[in-house]
């Protein structure tokens, strides 16, 4: 199969995740390669239904790689709990079958909260957007302006606690 992208152009519920599904059924290698986990796209693959939110839609089906892409906002969070989720259902996820990009930024608790608080603090002045509070908005926020932590950072140790503490002294002045 040729190289596909599937791309929305109208914020969302447009139906990507029907046409990435029915996609996948062909393709070797289903990428993500942007958004984070607030939306969810449900996937009926030979009689059973799946619910994903974070991981590629290739991931419910057999002999395909999946990868998710650097443009993802990852919750390690969110990532365990799909997982778990799937693995009950019958579906392993495992490193041959899933490709992380290492570049990946990471969405901390940090950004979940601030999330919220600015979606209260807008709710009050009239101009609250409906954030999910998942802290996406904070994460891509941090992924742009170059401060991100990072999965390849999680394997870093002497660095991690610098690169944190570079985060929380922006979002704390």
Same mark, same amino acid.
């Given at each position: 199969?040729?190289?596909?992208?599937?791309?929305?152009?109208?914020?969302?519920?447009?139906?990507?995740?029907?046409?990435?599904?029915? #996609? @996948?059924?062909?393709?070797?290698? !289903? +990428? $993500?390669?942007?958004?984070?986990?607030?939306? =969810?796209?449900?996937? &009926?693959? *030979?009689?059973?239904?799946?619910? #994903? @939110?974070?991981?590629?839609?290739? !991931? +419910? $089906?057999?002999?395909?790689?999946?990868?998710? =892409?650097?443009?993802? &906002?990852? *919750?390690?969070?969110?990532?365990?709990?799909?997982?778990?989720?799937?693995?009950?259902?019958?579906?392993?996820?495992?490193?041959?079958?899933?490709?992380?990009?290492?570049?990946?930024?990471?969405?901390?608790?940090?950004?979940?909260?601030?999330?919220?608080?600015?979606?209260?603090?807008?709710?009050?002045?009239?101009?609250?957007?409906?954030?999910?509070?998942?802290?996406?908005?904070?994460?891509?926020?941090?992924?742009?302006?170059?401060?991100?932590?990072?999965?390849?950072?999680?394997?870093?140790?002497?660095?991690?606690?610098?690169?944190?503490?570079?985060?929380?002294?922006?979002?704390?002045?």
């Amino acid at each position: 199969m040729a190289n596909v992208v599937v791309v929305g152009s109208q914020w969302g519920d447009e139906g990507k995740g029907k046409i990435v599904d029915w #996609l @996948s059924e062909r393709a070797d290698v !289903v +990428v $993500r390669f942007q958004g984070g986990h607030n939306a =969810g796209h449900t996937l &009926v693959v *030979d009689g059973k239904v799946y619910k #994903l @939110s974070l991981l590629p839609s290739g !991931v +419910v $089906r057999q002999g395909k790689l999946s990868i998710i =892409g650097n443009g993802v &906002v990852f *919750d390690p969070h969110a990532f365990v709990a799909e997982v778990a989720k799937l693995k009950a259902q019958g579906v392993e996820v495992t490193p041959d079958r899933l490709k992380i990009a290492e570049n990946t930024a990471l969405i901390l608790s940090l950004h979940r909260e601030l999330d919220g608080f600015r979606e209260d603090a807008a709710s009050n002045s009239g101009t609250k957007i409906g954030t999910t509070r998942r802290g996406i908005g904070p994460a891509y926020e941090d992924k742009v302006g170059r401060r991100a932590v990072r999965v390849m950072d999680l394997a870093d140790l002497e660095t991690l606690p610098l690169k944190v503490d570079r985060l929380l002294t922006h979002h704390n002045a």
